[in-house]
């Protein structure tokens, strides 16, 4: 037998402190049916003063010593410390560039405007982040002669790829459930080329939701969705890297976009961890972002938050984010008040021009992320933020798994949208005078002298 390890950590009923599973016991839920949350032994951690914590995360980031030069295995103490090493499933995930958006912030009137970057992952969305945890300990109970035959999700897309990677990565059986027609064509080939047991129904997100809850509680299936807390723990890492980017110092705002509000969750986890064990001193503001189709959030926020009702979800161009009942409600309208929250929308059209006027800029973006800048322009508009704070945009998938609303975009057939700035190829035939006249018109247009 191994060493009992140091750092310890369990589930903890979100109400009653008592109520607490390992984390290997196959449990999404607390008795009365709220989420369970990972608790860690906090005076263990205490024991490491914080200079030291930041100095060994520096030092681990990038490195080939297995698994800690993974962003998120780099902080294996905080995250999930009891998995063996041998049992981590890890695609170096985490450590995304964070980018200065020098001109794009300076267009809507932010001097210090920076985008994380996180769809620069091996799956191209920040659910890499959280699966990696979750699958990681599916393989060390697999190890503990625990009967798991599957691992399995509903998914708006970007989670049943990262499901279904790292799963295919350990050799463990995937299933995932998509809404027919809801997801895009590169979401959808993702956990097919990688072997997954893909479903298509005939239904929204909410739906699929309802079927796999009642999939895994039996015949040995695992649940992979954000109310296992488990990738919670991944994801919570995000903010503490975004600080540890900046030199250990925590910025005004970070916004962030939200659908079943698992996300905004663990960044508010990550803040809380980082003051608890003295590597920060403050926290920042959190400005939740959603889809005008999509907002129960927000319909909640603009009643103080005392009163939450499930929507159904309407069609949306940010499909990730296309959830009128989301799983972690509670736990985000909770962090929302921690950090001194707000909640702020986007209509679709407001989305697609924040997407495409960023791009102009040099960024390639989700129309998950666009939501983020939409709202961003809209509070620094409203004079929430004011134009010298540093404010973070999480940007949460690669924007080439999205590109179907880009191209419609362009070629101007986004319904009900007047694209303001498109940018469609010009067909020539191929003669040199013709193109020269049409490119230096082009350029003047473009760029006048
Ligand atoms: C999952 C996802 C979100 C929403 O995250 P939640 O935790 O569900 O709020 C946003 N953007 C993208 C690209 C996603 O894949």
């Not at 998950?368 to 508009?381: I, P």
């Amino acid at each position: 037998m191994a060493d009992k390890p140091r750092y310890r950590a369990w589930f903890e009923s979100l109400r009653d402190p008592n109520e607490r599973y390992a984390l290997d016991d196959v449990v999404y839920q607390a008795r009365d049916g709220s989420l369970l949350r990972v608790v860690h032994d906090m005076d263990e951690l205490r024991k490491t003063p914080p200079e030291e914590w930041k100095a060994r995360f520096r030092e681990r980031a990038h490195t080939t010593e297995w698994p800690y030069g993974s962003g998120v295995w780099g902080k294996k103490e905080w995250v999930c410390p009891e998995i063996d090493n041998a049992n981590v499933v890890s695609m170096l995930e985490g450590l995304t560039n964070l980018f200065w958006a020098e001109r794009y912030g300076s267009e809507i009137g932010i001097d210090d405007l920076w985008i994380k970057q996180c769809g620069n992952s091996h799956t191209g969305s920040f659910k890499d982040l959280g699966m990696t945890v979750l699958v990681s300990m599916v393989k060390e109970m697999i190890a503990r002669g625990k009967e798991i035959r599957a691992v399995a999700c509903a998914s708006t897309g970007d989670t049943s790829a990262a499901l279904a990677a790292y799963a295919a990565c350990a050799s463990i059986p995937a299933v995932v459930f998509l809404p027919k027609g809801k997801v895009s064509i590169p979401q959808l080939i993702q956990p097919i080329a990688n072997g997954a047991i893909v479903f298509q129904l005939e239904t929204d997100f909410d739906g699929c939701m309802e079927i796999v809850k009642r999939v895994a509680q039996s015949d040995g299936i695992y649940l992979a969705n954000s109310m296992n807390s488990l990738r919670i723990e991944g994801q919570k890492t995000v903010g503490i890297e975004i600080v540890q980017e900046f030199d250990w110092e925590v910025p005004d705002w970070i916004v962030i976009p939200g659908g079943n509000l698992g996300n905004v969750s663990a960044l508010a986890k990550g803040f809380d961890m980082m003051l608890d064990l003295g590597l920060v001193t403050r926290r920042p503001r959190i400005a939740c972002a959603q889809a005008q189709q999509a907002n129960p959030l927000y319909l909640s926020y603009q009643r103080n938050f005392e009163v939450f009702e499930p929507i159904a979800a309407r069609p949306t161009l940010a499909t990730a984010i296309q959830i009128g009942n989301p799983v972690s409600i509670e736990k985000a309208i909770a962090a929302l008040k921690r950090f001194d929250g707000i909640v702020e929308q986007a209509s679709e059209a407001e989305l697609a021009e924040a997407a495409a006027h960023a791009d102009r800029t040099g960024l390639f973006n989700c129309p998950h992320t666009a939501v983020a800048l939409a709202a961003t322009a809209k509070l620094r508009e409203r004079g929430e933020i004011r134009t010298s704070d540093r404010v973070v945009v999480i940007s949460t998938a690669h924007g080439l798994k999205f590109v179907d609303f880009k191209v419609r975009y362009h070629e101007m057939r986004l319904e009900g949208i007047e694209s303001q700035i498109p940018n469609p190829p010009i067909s020539l035939p191929a003669e040199y005078g013709a193109v020269r006249d049409a490119m230096l018109r082009e350029i003047d247009r473009r760029f006048p002298a």
